[in-house]
């Protein structure tokens, strides 16, 4: 079975621009999960799928942070307009209904000028 | 909101060191308890959970769990340098919505 996977690995962007990160989560799991990793912050949760509704948005990054679940398979995160402060690693990672733990992509390093 | 504390903020101990990491939560209602961890440039990765009072072993590493004050732990008997990693705690009251700790930096020296 193929685990979560993440594309770009990294990401560089000019101050301002639009870009969009994408996620697959582990075939069969119901729960997708979006955070962001800083050494300053921590996991920080950006946004909660569960069978592609809508659970949870983090609230201090609803202004340019949006996350989508197109289908089961397939998530979506577009940060717009892109500012320094986002340079971090963004992670998703799903996991099956009635079981927590969660199982991690390896992440977009990115990188805003 | 859950809260949730890790200490030492990071850790050097020696190869074959016992070493201790501790996590606190704030809702006595949690029911799932971890340990992740991430190896430099990689994805956090499950270690080990428990979900009822008590202790765990799986191999070098021990997890103790004390609802009641609202406490656990994980001790790595006889540390390895391939320990060296980032551990983050997780708890949840079972929904699936797992909160994390800031996490231990743990540099295991040979």
């Known amino acids: 079975d193929a685990g979560v996977t993440q594309t770009p690995r990294h990401e560089v962007a000019e101050k301002g621009q639009t870009i969009i990160l994408k996620c697959e989560p582990v075939s069969g799991h119901n729960d997708l999960f979006w955070y962001r990793q800083t050494k300053i912050q921590g996991l920080e949760l950006l946004s909660y799928?569960?069978?592609?509704?809508?659970?949870?948005d983090g609230g201090a990054f609803k202004d340019r942070f949006k996350a989508e679940m197109l289908n089961s398979s397939f998530s979506t995160l577009k940060i717009q307009p892109t500012e320094p402060k986002d340079s971090a690693v963004y992670l998703c990672a799903s996991s099956l209904l009635g079981e927590d733990t969660q199982y991690f992509g390896p992440g977009t390093r990115l990188l805003v000028l | 909101q859950q809260k949730v504390q890790q200490s030492p903020e990071s850790l050097i101990v020696p190869e074959g060191a016992m070493t201790s990491l501790n996590c606190t939560f704030s809702d006595s209602a949690s029911q799932y308890f971890a340990w992740y961890r991430q190896h430099s440039g990689k994805a956090p990765k499950a270690l080990m959970s428990?979900?009822?009072?008590g202790e765990k072993e799986e191999g070098r590493f021990t997890i103790h769990l004390n609802k009641a004050s609202l406490h656990f732990s994980l001790h790595i008997r006889d540390s390895q340098p391939s320990d060296s990693a980032l551990y983050l705690c997780a708890v949840s009251i079972g929904n699936n919505r797992i909160f994390f700790g800031d996490g231990t930096q743990l540099v295991v020296k040979p």
């Open positions: 428990i979900f009822s009072n």
């Open positions: 799928f569960r069978s592609k509704s809508l659970m949870e």
